[in-house]
């Protein structure tokens, strides 16, 4: 016997962990993706950025801002992993979304810190050579 399951395209509900769980990978999965991006930008900006020393003065400032701004996005992502897993589990749902933006958070985190030190790296290197 087949049951027919009706839904009402106007309501989009949604359980609380699972809607965490999302919110938590979506915001891992961004700093997963943009970690590589920004070690790729280090080098490029050594190679063919400008070496007037004024402008090598507001990349390294750009740099050093541009790091910490991720931080909020790391722990927004973690308060997500953590409240949907501790919600799924009370309600006795999957926890896998949770999980898994909790470990892309912890993934694009290292990758951010790597990121962020090839890119502080090569600013203040060229602070000290150009300028």
Do not use: Y
């Amino acid at each position: 016997m087949m049951t027919e399951i009706q839904l009402d395209p106007r309501v989009l509900r949604l359980e609380p962990g699972f809607a965490c769980g999302l919110a938590s990978s979506l915001v891992g999965a961004t700093l997963f993706l943009a970690s590589p991006l920004i070690a790729i930008l280090a080098p490029l900006v050594w190679a063919h950025g400008d070496h007037t020393p004024g402008v090598v003065l507001i990349h390294a400032w750009l740099a050093r801002i541009a790091v910490g701004l991720p931080i909020v996005l790391v722990i927004t992502g973690f308060s997500f992993g953590i409240r949907g897993w501790i919600r799924a589990k009370t309600n006795g749902m999957s926890t896998a979304l949770p999980i898994v933006g909790v470990l892309l958070n912890i993934a694009g985190t290292l990758g951010w810190i790597l990121a962020s030190i090839a890119l502080l790296t090569t600013t203040e290197s060229m602070l000290r050579v150009f300028r």
